[in-house]
């Protein structure tokens, strides 16, 4: 299943070969960094859903839950499921709006802001210590390939 279409417009496809191999080496990467993500959950008693979940709440967003299963890929039944066990680990609180209570808006709580950031954290660590590795040339071009690969998935989100 492709998720992201090609750029219109383009004449060229991509080298089927460095295809091939960029796809051995994300996972590579994910296995690297996803193994300490894992074991962090783990600690903190989540799902890799339920942190992205947790991640998207700790920008300061309160989300209702159909933005919560638009954003995640779910469907709402899916999201309350998620966020029921956030809630039972006290990561998350609902309200209902103010101007409709029939909508259910979902926030994070000071414990669930202090997990985010801790979990962060140790990624922020993580990448800095890879950066060690990579000149400094190496690591402007390393994140503007990175920005670039992230406004186009911003692109889908929307």
């Known amino acids: 299943m492709t998720i992201i279409p090609p750029r219109p417009g383009t004449a060229h496809a991509a080298d089927p070969a460095a295809?091939?191999?960029?796809?051995?080496?994300?996972?590579?990467?994910?296995?690297?960094f996803l193994g300490s993500l894992s074991h962090e959950l783990g600690r903190g008693g989540m799902s890799f859903p339920q942190f992205l979940l947790l991640s998207a709440l700790a920008q300061g967003d309160r989300l209702s839950m159909s933005d919560i299963a638009r954003?995640?890929?779910?469907?709402?039944?899916?999201?309350t499921g998620l966020v029921d066990r956030l809630e039972k680990l006290r990561y998350v609180t609902r309200a209902h709006a103010a101007d409709d209570r029939r909508r259910v808006l979902v926030s994070t709580t000071p414990k669930g802001l202090a997990l985010f950031a801790r979990i962060r954290g140790?990624?922020?660590?993580?990448?800095?210590?890879?950066?060690?590795?990579?000149?400094?040339?190496?690591a402007r071009a390393w994140l503007r390939i990175y920005r670039k690969i992230h406004s186009v998935c911003q692109t889908l989100d929307s």
């Open 71 to 79: 954003r995640l890929g779910h469907t709402t039944a899916a999201a």
């Open 122 to 138: 140790d990624m922020t660590g993580n990448l800095s210590a890879l950066l060690t590795h990579l000149s400094p040339a190496e």
């Open 19 to 32: 295809t091939a191999e960029l796809a051995d080496v994300l996972l590579a990467m994910q296995r690297c």
